[in-house]
């Protein structure tokens, strides 16, 4: 990816590598370059989670959107799904969303969508770092900086509170059950998702059960949500509900737990909607989008189930591309992002868990039952903070050490080696029958690493 923006978007820490300015500037030029040679108002949607920069950063883009003549709808603090929503559904340009998703409140981020609700393409973001670097000519800008907007021509700022109730009216809506059964616990990680979660599934029924839903700017993702399950699960198991769901910090992840309080992660989901879907006919070439992150145990389920798979590399966005190319209609990532093209154009956390319930009540089984197919391989992971994430993707004796290792399990494992879209990190993994063997292996790669002079850490 760019030099500001990664897999999902532009993400740092508040007031050090992602600042106020660059929020403005991204405003500027967003509004400028959806205004060059149109005939119409642009018009762009945005929304915000409970991070306290958040705040910060919403009026920076939106003074750098009307600076330039956009007009900026408001939705406040809502999901990234929700802005995804409003920006194809309600007729707008673009849509921006100032989150970190799992990371803390220290960190935030810019994600920003075009006007079908899909992540914004590369040949624009590679523009707005061209404005962001100060390099006007390369952009055709002869002036010394981008033109402002006078007079009548300033944008206007509108409240768009509007847009997100209509966003949860619209998840209301595709559900044909009532939840009425179901005592559900859910997560909200102080964040996107603590007023509308519990809204949603109240309105369908269910006796809901709330934790990690009181934002203070500073707790979000804190010991909560999907990843740091172990907080639901306890809720799950102490207050004898049948079921839990952990939504991250802007609600496109869901992890859920059974009735047990264990955790059905993204790979069992996928599984549990899969078979659903090829029980009811709806499932499209037959097939699931996964990524090289999912577990074995998942790819065996699935042919056992007498379903296909295709593997595409980390990220959301890649898995949505193989979705638009192909057709497919169900996609996702163990990390909780799943996707169902009939419904969005990108994970939702809620849609998730609402979907999933139902497949509860069209079985008449516990989700413990539904996710059982889906033996789960242990796995190991370990990042590594690296100068060059290219130099170790490259080096001869990293090659030959994930060469060896996966000679060794000789089909009854794998080993990965994948950068971080996001951070100076390589993660190193390792899927095999037991732990230790796991351990082994990850152990043994990230040694080569250092030895060779490339770990910073």
């Not at 978007?9 to 500027?28: D, N, P, Q, W």
């Not at 060059?36 to 018009?43: A, E, I």
């Not at 670097?133 to 009548?152: C, I, N, R, S, Y």
């Amino acid at each position: 990816m760019g030099k500001y923006f990664g897999t999902d978007g532009f993400r740092g820490e508040a007031g050090v590598t992602l600042t106020s300015e660059h929020a403005y500037k991204i405003g500027r030029f967003l509004g400028w370059y959806y205004s060059k040679g149109g005939n119409h108002r642009v018009r762009a949607v945005i929304g915000k989670d409970t991070r306290r920069s958040s705040y910060m950063f919403e009026y920076s883009i939106v003074a750098g959107l009307t600076a330039s003549g956009a007009d900026a709808y408001m939705l406040h603090v809502t999901t990234t799904p929700s802005v995804s929503f409003a920006t194809a559904n309600d007729d707008f340009d673009f849509g921006v969303m100032i989150s970190a998703s799992h990371n803390p409140f220290s960190d935030n981020g810019i994600k920003l969508v075009n006007r079908r609700g899909e992540k914004m393409d590369d040949a624009t973001i590679e523009k707005i770092e061209l404005y962001l670097d100060g390099k006007l000519a390369d952009l055709g800008v002869t002036t010394p900086d981008l033109p402002f907007a006078t007079g009548e021509a300033l944008g206007e700022i509108v409240d768009y509170a509007a847009g997100r109730n209509r966003y949860i009216g619209y998840l209301i809506s595709l559900s044909r059950f009532s939840f009425k059964p179901f005592r559900v616990g859910l997560d909200c990680a102080n964040g996107s998702a603590w007023m509308i979660a519990k809204s949603v599934f109240e309105a369908l029924g269910a006796k809901v059960s709330l934790i990690n839903a009181s934002p203070d700017g500073f707790n979000i993702n804190r010991g909560a949500g999907s990843t740091h399950i172990g907080a639901l699960c306890r809720h799950v198991q102490e207050n004898n509900l049948d079921m839990g769901f952990a939504f991250d910090g802007d609600a496109d992840r869901c992890i859920a737990v059974d009735e047990h309080g264990d955790v059905i992660n993204g790979d069992h989901i996928l599984y549990i909607l899969a078979n659903r879907m090829k029980r009811n006919g709806k499932l499209t070439n037959n097939t699931v989008v996964t990524t090289i992150m999912s577990n074995m145990g998942l790819y065996r389920a699935l042919s056992a189930a007498g379903i296909d798979y295709v593997q595409t590399t980390v990220g959301d966005r890649y898995v949505w591309e193989n979705m638009v190319e192909t057709g497919n209609c169900l996609g996702g990532e163990q990390s909780g992002h799943i996707i169902m093209s009939k419904y969005a154009t990108t994970g939702d956390g809620i849609l998730t868990a609402i979907k999933v319930t139902e497949a509860m009540i069209d079985s008449k089984l516990p989700l413990s039952k539904l996710a059982e197919p889906v033996k789960m391989l242990p796995q190991v992971l370990k990042n590594v903070r690296v100068g060059d994430k290219a130099a170790v993707r490259n080096n001869g004796a990293v090659q030959a050490a994930v060469k060896d290792a996966s000679e060794k399990l000789n089909g009854t494992g794998r080993v990965l080696l994948r950068e971080s879209g996001t951070e100076p990190l390589i993660r190193v993994m390792a899927e095999a029958d037991t732990e230790a063997i796991c351990e082994k292996i990850v152990d043994e790669i990230v040694s080569v690493i250092r030895q060779e002079g490339l770990a910073q850490d």
